[in-house]
């Protein structure tokens, strides 16, 4: 479904704004991005699109199911966005710099549905978030180390 067609659908207009946002959404495809992250993206292609236009329209495409919001990380309570999707997948998290990574693991899903139903419980869904230091921070850790 085009973008456009997308938001009409739930009722929104298709501001220039909003169909900026969703687009880096879409060309991204199932990925996290945090707010500032869409509001760099957005500013890259139209320099007139401010930061809370970009904050208030992820707050609208998440109430109206387009988009997918979560705090993957609770202590920074950064939200991060991604577009509705039935595939699942889990989340690899920084906690220096908030970057998700998603990833897939068949084996994760396997255990735990066998864990839900050795406990009694029939999964209906789960998420496993993984923190650690990407590699860009954990090069620039070791980086500093050196010196």
């Given at each position: 479904?085009?973008?456009?067609?997308k938001?009409?659908?739930v009722?929104?207009?298709?501001?220039?704004?909003?169909?900026?946002?969703?687009g880096i959404?879409?060309?991204?495809?199932?990925?996290?991005?945090?707010?500032?992250?869409?509001?760099?993206?957005?500013?890259?292609h139209?320099?007139?699109?401010?930061?809370?236009?970009?904050?208030?329209t992820?707050?609208?495409?998440?109430?109206?199911?387009?988009?997918?919001r979560?705090?993957?990380?609770?202590?920074?309570?950064?939200?991060?966005?991604?577009?509705?999707?039935?595939?699942?997948?889990?989340?690899?998290?920084?906690?220096?710099?908030?970057?998700?990574?998603e990833?897939?693991?068949?084996?994760?899903?396997?255990r735990?549905?066998?864990?839900?139903?050795s406990n009694?419980?029939?999964?209906r869904?789960?998420?496993?978030?993984?923190?650690?230091?990407?590699?860009n921070?954990?090069?620039?850790?070791?980086?500093g180390a050196?010196?």
């Amino acid at each position: 479904m085009q973008v456009t067609e997308k938001l009409r659908s739930v009722g929104l207009r298709a501001t220039p704004q909003r169909r900026a946002v969703l687009g880096i959404f879409e060309a991204n495809g199932q990925r996290y991005l945090n707010a500032e992250a869409v509001y760099r993206e957005a500013t890259s292609h139209d320099q007139s699109i401010g930061r809370a236009t970009v904050y208030r329209t992820l707050s609208q495409l998440a109430e109206v199911g387009i988009l997918v919001r979560s705090t993957l990380d609770p202590d920074s309570g950064v939200a991060f966005y991604r577009l509705h999707g039935k595939e699942h997948v889990d989340v690899l998290v920084c906690v220096s710099c908030d970057r998700a990574q998603e990833f897939r693991n068949e084996s994760f899903e396997s255990r735990s549905r066998t864990l839900a139903e050795s406990n009694g419980f029939t999964l209906r869904r789960y998420q496993l978030l993984i923190y650690g230091y990407c590699p860009n921070c954990r090069a620039a850790a070791a980086a500093g180390a050196e010196k």
